[in-house]
Structures are given as structure tokens and as C-alpha cells.
């Protein structure tokens, strides 16, 4: 789920990052018992990061674009627990979590490539008039 928000704002900018990000987080909150909104909210903003690195990258290469999703959504691992303690979870922030950052950091960084590529094409402008 983190990899579409990260690949969404690697493909197309910041902008469609944020919303394929909270679309993706929703979708995310409905399914589990956090409270409704806090993952749509962490996930837009690691959709918006990640589509904001390509104002750093001038062209990214595909080994970029693979450390640019790894750190994004190892970012999105570790901005969750933080937020569930912030409203109010006990139990979420513990050593482990370091190890799962690392562990999804790696795993999406190695699907980055494809996932981009795919977010490029689900999300391409349609040349067609009237679609």
C-alpha cells in the first residue's frame, strides 16, 4: 500500500502523490482499526514527499528512483506509530519498528522500479478528447 502512494508521487509529482496517497490510506483505514483518517493522512504525506524528491533529482536514474522509494516509505513506516501515539495508542513504539522501517524499506525499494513504472502508465493523461 506504501509503495502505490511512494511510486504515484515518484511517477507523476507531489501533487498526485498526496492524493493517490490518501486514496490509498483510506482504503487502508477502512480495512484496519486505526482511526479513520490517520493513515490517509500519513500516507498523502509520504506520497507528497516522495513526488516532491523530483524537484532534487534533476533526472533520476532508476537506481535513484529505487533509494528515493526505499526512504519514502521507510519514512512511512516510522511517521505511522508516531502518529498512533500521538492520538493516543500505547504499545505502537517499541525497537522492533526499526527493523520493519529497514525490512519495507528494502522490499519497496526493490519493487520501486515496476511500481513506477505502472503509476506512469495508470496515471497518464489520455491523448483522446472527451476521456
Known amino acids: 500500500m506504501l509503495l502505490l502512494a511512494t511510486s504515484s508521487g515518484l511517477a507523476r509529482g507531489s501533487e498526485v502523490g498526496a492524493i493517490a496517497g490518501f ?33 532534487f533529482v ?9 533509494l528515493l522509494a526505499g526512504v519514502a516509505s521507510g519514512l512511512g513506516m516510522l511517521f505511522m506509530p508516531v ?14 519498528i526499526f527493523v520493519v522501517v529497514v525490512v519495507v524499506g528494502v522490499t519497496n525499494a526493490a519493487a ?20
Open 58 to 66: 534533476h533526472e533520476p536514474t532508476w537506481w535513484t528512483r529505487m
Open 83 to 96: 502518529a498512533l501515539t500521538i492520538v493516543g495508542r500505547e504499545g505502537v513504539m517499541s525497537g522492533h
Open 23 to 55: 486514496a490509498v490510506g483510506m482504503m487502508y483505514d477502512l480495512v484496519l482499526s486505526t482511526p479513520l483518517g490517520l493513515g490517509a493522512v500519513v500516507f498523502a504525506l509520504v506520497g507528497y514527499i516522495a513526488g516532491s524528491t523530483n524537484a
Open 112 to 131: 520501486a522500479v515496476p511500481a513506477e513504472r505502472l503509476c506512469r502508465w495508470v496515471l497518464s493523461e489520455s491523448s483522446k478528447a472527451g476521456i
